[in-house]
């Protein structure tokens, strides 16, 4: 049976005793509303380490419209029973106020590339607010090994960038995104799209795939107008961007040449929930 922690004191005891007994600690941060793809990463958390901690915290300073923040699905007693069902040790249910204490601050870092484009050009604030929680939540949780999707491909880049800049002692592992039957990531905003909106969505990956069928005959500004064109069929989405990017560096390209790889990145807007995903491309087939 999962164990629930609220409060910092409490679950820091709890895993230093763990570790005390020679415990490998895993860790799963989370928003909650939890689906198959985060129950991905548990399982691989499970398998790799002798104890497993999953945080459901909505992170309040990583949301650039307070109306987002409003209606971020909750659901924590299915949460729980999800945990359980997949043999998570330990569920951390903080508090605001637990993860940031009166007097905290946000950090002050910058990421360079990596958090000017796409989804920082787009979310002013996001991933300061992003990054800041994490490196509370691994000071937290101390754990060895910390498992993130790479749905949100952006973030990992950045939360590894933060544990090398902060010297944090974790291993970050990057996990494959899950998918619906129909293609689309799993996500927890999938809940709030309407029936006609969820039908509409899977336009998305197809999109994405479709775009390896032009590279590399087709230069990637082609490419990235192809894609958009053929998601934009339907009047519910919107592509606020789609770029072709440097799976490091995160730098758009201009051509294939000395790119072996490259990374699409999308944003969509719905008229409810916007959407991301990605796709890692080969440039040399």
């Known amino acids: 049976m999962v164990q629930s922690y609220s409060t910092v004191r409490s679950l820091k005891e709890k895993l230093q005793s763990e570790r005390a007994e020679g415990c490998r600690i895993g860790f799963v941060p989370t928003m909650?509303?939890?689906?198959?793809?985060h129950l991905s990463l548990l399982r691989r958390a499970k398998q790799d380490n002798d104890r497993v901690v999953c945080s459901i915290f909505v992170n309040p300073t990583q949301f650039n419209d307070p109306g987002d923040l409003e209606k971020y699905p909750r659901m924590p007693e299915q949460d729980l029973q999800l945990l359980d069902?997949?043999?998570?040790?330990y569920a951390f249910l903080p508090s605001v106020s637990e993860v940031y204490p009166e007097g905290f601050r946000l950090l002050e870092i910058h990421f360079g590339t990596l958090e000017r484009v796409m989804e920082g050009a787009h979310r002013p604030g996001h991933f300061r607010g992003m990054a800041t929680v994490v490196k509370r939540l691994f000071e937290i949780a101390e754990p060895d090994t910390a498992y993130f999707g790479e749905k949100d491909f952006q973030?990992?880049?950045?939360?590894?960038k933060m544990v090398q800049e902060f010297r944090i002692p974790v291993?970050?592992?990057?996990?494959?995104t899950l998918r619906e039957s129909d293609?689309?990531?799993?996500s927890s905003r999938n809940l709030l799209l309407s029936a006609a909106q969820r039908k509409a969505a899977p336009l998305i990956y197809q999109?994405?795939?479709m775009a390896q069928e032009y590279i590399p005959h087709q230069q990637p500004a082609a490419v990235k107008e192809?894609?958009?064109?053929?998601?934009?069929q339907s009047p519910l989405l919107e592509v606020q961007y789609f770029d072709i990017v440097h799976p490091d560096t995160l730098e758009s390209l201009e051509h294939w040449e000395q790119h072996p790889?490259?990374?699409?990145?999308?944003a969509v807007l719905t008229g409810g929930p916007r959407l991301i995903d990605n796709i890692r491309y080969r440039t040399d087939a």
């Open 226 to 232: 192809l894609v958009t064109r053929y998601i934009r």
């Open 183 to 186: 293609g689309l990531a799993m």
């Open 32 to 37: 909650g509303a939890l689906h198959e793809g």
């Open 261 to 266: 790889v490259a990374q699409g990145c999308i």
């Open 171 to 176: 291993h970050v592992i990057g996990c494959e």
């Open 155 to 160: 973030q990992l880049a950045i939360v590894k």
């Open 207 to 209: 999109g994405l795939r």
């Open 85 to 89: 069902s997949v043999g998570c040790d």
